[in-house]
Structure formats: structure tokens, C-alpha cells
């Protein structure tokens, strides 16, 4: 079967940096993202890899290793508007997007 | 770019009644647009692909004759709630497939629509 992992909640503080965690396994890879979504809100697009390797976009960062079936956010600098839920996304074969449940980043002062 | 609508943002309505939610890409269009549920506190939920033409693809478990999809244009789907029950009080989330740059597709999410069902 498809399966995306990632922790159900992280806290971190202001200023410091994290690292969310995903792992897949899923039929064909196309892709990975990763969105971030506010309470209450729909998510945004954050990031897309398909080649091995680190992606750096302002304070957020995303790295894939497809051989590991690996991936990781990394976020600089937190603040405190960056408390949210993350979600890792995997495009399968057929195109199709598999989520995981995401990661609920808390952000203390 | 990539602007993805949703209408309206908030309903409340009777239990019985039927509920319709309009899903618009503002500035591309989509052949392929999605239709999520998501209860408090869980991940999204894929419910249905529409795809522009045709008739929609609905994910396991999902009733096709409650959960109503149109997607009559390339800019367009929208999803109507038949017969509405409290249970099915939750948050409706649109999103079109459209290219995120380098030639890839990911999807655009709308807003979300509040559906409470009384």
C-alpha cells in the first residue's frame, strides 16, 4: 500500500530552526511537496524536489533523498506566524497526490 | 497566479436541505480540479476528482448521489451536498491542478467552505 509518515506535532521557539521529517512509500514517484496549512485555513504550496538533494527558498528549505524515501522541511528563524500544520504529499505514478496526515509545528515565544 | 475561489466561505443550513459550494480557477485553467473533506484536528480527505467533461471520479466510501459534482468548464466544478445531515458538518476544500513552474503540476487549494448542518 501507499503510506506517507510524518510526527503528529513538534514545538520548537522563536528564532530557533526545525526539522520536520517524512518518509513514503508509495507506487511511482513523481514528486514530493510540501504545504503548509494554518488553522482553519486551506493549505499553500510550499515546495516541490524530484531530484535528489536540497531545495532553499528564503527561510524554508526542503530536501528528498529518493533512495531513502526521505524527505525534510527545514525551517530557519521561526517565528511565531509559522506555527501551523505541515503536510508531506507525494505524486504517485499516476499522478495523483498522496498525503500524509501532517505535522502540527508549535512556535513558543 | 494560480488563484483558486471558493463560494460561499460560510453556510449554515437545515438538515435535509442541499447545499451547493462553486470552486473557480481565477487565472489558468483546470482540466482537473479535487474536492477534499477535512473534520477538526485530521488530515485532508481526498473525496472526488472532477475532471472537465466527464464525470467525476469519487474515492471509496464517498456516495456519489450525496456528494453531487459538476464540472462543467475548464474554469469551474462545483460540489453539491444532498440532503444534508449534521454529520455532514466540515470543512469542503477545493483545488485545481496547475503548474507550480519548471513544467510541474501541484495543486492549487481554494479557501475552504464551512458547512454546518443543523
Known amino acids: 500500500g501507499q503510506n506517507i509518515d510524518q510526527p503528529t506535532e513538534m514545538t520548537a521557539t522563536e528564532g530557533a530552526i526545525v526539522q520536520i521529517n517524512c518518509t513514503y512509500q508509495t507506487s511511482g514517484f513523481n514528486g514530493l511537496f510540501w504545504y503548509q496549512q494554518h488553522a482553519g485555513e486551506a493549505p499553500t504550496f510550499l515546495s516541490y524536489?524530484?531530484l535528489d538533494g536540497l531545495e532553499e527558498k528564503g527561510r524554508f528549505s526542503s530536501f528528498l533523498s529518493r533512495s531513502k524515501g526521505y524527505s525534510y522541511l527545514l525551517l530557519k528563524e521561526l517565528q511565531m506566524k509559522d506555527s501551523a500544520s505541515y503536510l508531506c504529499?507525494?505524486?504517485?505514478?499516476?499522478?495523483?497526490?498522496?498525503w500524509g496526515a501532517g505535522t502540527k509545528l508549535i512556535i513558543k515565544p | 497566479g494560480a488563484v483558486v475561489s471558493q463560494h460561499p466561505s460560510w453556510v449554515i443550513c437545515k438538515s435535509g436541505t442541499s447545499v451547493k459550494i462553486e470552486c473557480r480557477s481565477l487565472?489558468?485553467?483546470?482540466?482537473?480540479m479535487f474536492w477534499y473533506r477535512q473534520f477538526p484536528k485530521q488530515s485532508l480527505m481526498l473525496m472526488a476528482t472532477?475532471?472537465?467533461?466527464?464525470?467525476?471520479?469519487?474515492e471509496q466510501g464517498v456516495e456519489k448521489d450525496k456528494f453531487l459534482i459538476n464540472h462543467a468548464s475548464l474554469t469551474l466544478s462545483t460540489l453539491t451536498v444532498t440532503s444534508a445531515h449534521p454529520e455532514d458538518s466540515s470543512f469542503y476544500i477545493c483545488?485545481?491542478?496547475?503548474?507550480?513552474?519548471?513544467?510541474?503540476?501541484?495543486?492549487?487549494f481554494g479557501p475552504g467552505t464551512r458547512l454546518l448542518v443543523l
Open positions: 483545488s485545481a491542478k496547475g503548474l507550480a513552474g519548471m513544467g510541474v503540476e501541484t495543486q492549487y
Open positions: 504529499a507525494v505524486m504517485d505514478s499516476n499522478y495523483q497526490l498522496i
Open positions: 487565472d489558468f485553467q483546470a482540466t482537473t
Open positions: 472532477s475532471n472537465e467533461g466527464s464525470k467525476a471520479t469519487y
Open positions: 524536489n524530484v
